[in-house]
């Protein structure tokens, strides 16, 4: 008998819990021992920011024994770069001169709460420079950034509201926070998700002015692009289900296509080589056959002069003899046809 402090404990509990103990020990292990995989690459080559540009490598892959693994590296690499390029290829930002696609300041001008004060235009240099863009913080130098953008494509120095200075408001958003984004993750490779969600969000907002001021007025529409340096694209319904298996079947499916027609060119041109040498090689056999059937024709009709089943040297054309004919059928007729019994004679 055991003493009440003592707790008896059953083998098969001790075995449970130690189950449980090595269960989620081994759930831990197994986690640690593979690598977190980002399918998410960076992009460095300007060339992809075309849209069809993947689509243009596929069609350029040789038709080898290889050519289905090279889809699939090229497939990893369109899934790869296509955040990158979502967040960066309409401002062209993809290894670009550093400045982010945002204009030049003069960074020793006051900053913008301060221009119209009028004591600072004969202050001292040392005062001018403590109320300059360049002492002040990140968001004076924002707000520069944002003025002369929408200054470059508003109507007038008052428009705030149009679609244009949304745009450009936008754009020196995306731009602006872009060049952030990128100072914060020089200190950490992890992607500000804060400010990446944003940009995405900005991007929205941007394409869908873009959208309503293409409608409105194109030639405006392609003033603010020319100016900002976006690039619009119209985007289109894919033509395949997005997966490797439809992508990789949809872009064999076009390289076939073109290779056929490749090949069809290939064989016209081949034919069109000496066609009017061949043709006259043609006529002057045709040409010859012609004369050999006439010459058959000829003899055949020797022949039958010779055994007397035709006349030679007949004059003008054999017409029936008609009068003949008919007396004789009008003949038989009164001699062999009878009336039925129940015919009525009109006679």
């Known amino acids: 008998m055991l003493p009440s402090c003592i707790t008896r404990i059953s083998p098969i509990s001790s075995f449970s819990s130690t189950t449980f103990r090595c269960f989620h020990a081994s759930t831990s292990i197994h986690r ?11 992009v460095t080559d300007p060339k992809k920011q ?7 490598q596929a069609a350029k892959l040789p038709l080898d024994n290889h050519y289905l693994d090279a889809l699939v590296l090229l497939w990893n690499d369109k899934i790869g770069s296509e955040r990158e390029l979502m967040m960066k290829a309409t401002d062209k930002l993809i290894q670009h001169d550093g400045n982010y696609g945002l ?11 301060f221009e119209a004060v009028d004591a600072l235009k004969d202050a001292p240099e040392s005062v001018k420079k403590i109320f300059s863009i360049d002492f002040g913080e990140r968001k004076d130098l924002t707000s520069a950034w944002k003025r002369e953008l929408v200054e470059s494509v508003n109507k007038h120095k008052f428009d705030e509201n149009s679609l244009q200075s949304k745009i450009a408001w936008a754009t020196s958003l995306i731009r602006n926070w872009t060049m952030l984004a990128e100072e914060i993750q020089a200190k950490d490779p992890k992607k500000p998700a804060w400010l990446t969600h944003r940009i995405f969000l ?6 869908r002015m873009l959208r309503y001021l293409r409608e409105q007025d194109t030639d405006e529409f392609e003033r603010v692009l020319d100016v900002l340096k976006i690039a619009y694209h119209v985007p289109k319904q894919p033509e395949h289900v997005k997966t490797r298996k439809a992508w990789s079947e949809h872009a064999l499916k076009k390289r076939v296509e073109a290779e056929k027609e490749r090949r069809l060119e290939e064989l016209h041109e081949k034919l069109k080589e000496g066609r ?7 006529d002057k056999s045709v040409e010859a056959l012609k004369k ?3 010459s058959i024709y ?4 020797n022949i039958a002069i010779i ?6 040297g007949v004059v003008g054309k054999y017409q029936p003899k008609l009068v003949e004919e008919l007396s004789e059928h009008v003949l038989h007729s009164l001699l062999f046809y009878h009336k039925r019994p129940n015919e009525k004679s009109y006679s």
């Open 32 to 42: 640690g021992r593979y690598a977190f995989f980002n399918k998410h690459k960076k």
């Open 50 to 56: 075309d849209p069809d540009y993947f689509e243009k």
């Open 103 to 113: 204009p030049d300041l003069d960074r020793t001008q006051p900053r913008l709460e």
């Open 202 to 207: 900005m991007l929205g907002y941007r394409r």
């Open 276 to 282: 009017d040498q061949k043709v006259a090689e043609i």
């Open 292 to 294: 050999e059937l006439e």
């Open 298 to 301: 000829q003899r055949l009709e």
């Open 307 to 312: 055994e007397g089943t035709k006349v030679a």
